[in-house]
């Protein structure tokens, strides 16, 4: 028994074709550094593939690659929390608020690298993927980010890596898998190198997780598992 996902109080269910009058999902995209992810979900909602709009971009390094490439495109950056680094940051329920009059239908981490408040979950149920760069639950949680990641995967002797996105809960890196890609660790890979192999499946597994979102194409099973459902083929889930 697949229970079709129910929207957040807004928008209609069941995977409408994109077209005129299907209401773009209205997206924010929570960065740290470069950025890369979210520039791949921008371009491609840009193009059509993603049917939503990135409404503004959250971060705690305003001077980031990321929020760079934001105001380059007129898009809103706001400072998310409030540091000593960056004391124009907001508080927890100023953003709240802040995403509440965007109207925002999802939320969105690429690259954000603090802990994402228990009541910014709890307003956003089932609203807010994340993409890790390992094969979660393996080599996940608090301090688990960046290139760490991939030294330790290295370090391991695993064989295989490559990237999760997954739904986020109150804790780091244990909220339900929605889609994985496969990359394979060579034997004399650098951090760097496995990186760059897996930040490249990053762009487009990403991608298609925010654009099977924006169709209302996401279904539970009933033990709590998130499925994408096929664009071409109904029956057909991953
Ligand atoms: N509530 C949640 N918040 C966040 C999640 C999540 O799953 N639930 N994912 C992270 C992203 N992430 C892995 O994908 C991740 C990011 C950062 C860390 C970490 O250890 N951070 C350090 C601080 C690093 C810094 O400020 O430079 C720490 O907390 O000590 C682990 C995993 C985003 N938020
Ligand atoms: N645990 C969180 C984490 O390590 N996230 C990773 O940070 C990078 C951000 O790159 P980007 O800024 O170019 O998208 C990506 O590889 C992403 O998986």
Redesign the pocket.
Known sequence: MLTPMRRWGRGRRGGEARGVGVERKRLVV?V?GGGSNFRAIHDAALGGDVNGVVVALVT?KPGCGGAEHARGNGIPVVVFPKLKSAPEGVSTDELLNGLRELRVDFIL?A????????E??QAYPKS?L????SLLPAF??????GLKVHKAVIASGARYSGPTV?F????????RTLAQRVVPVQANDTPEQLATRVLHEEHQVYVEAVTALCEDRIVWREDGIPLIRSQTNPDEYT
């Open positions: 929570f740290s705690d981490l690259g954000y690298l603090k802990l994402i408040p228990v910014l979950v807010i994340n993409i890790h760069p996940g949680g608090k301090g688990y980010y997954h986020v809960d109150e804790h780091y890196d244990t909220g």
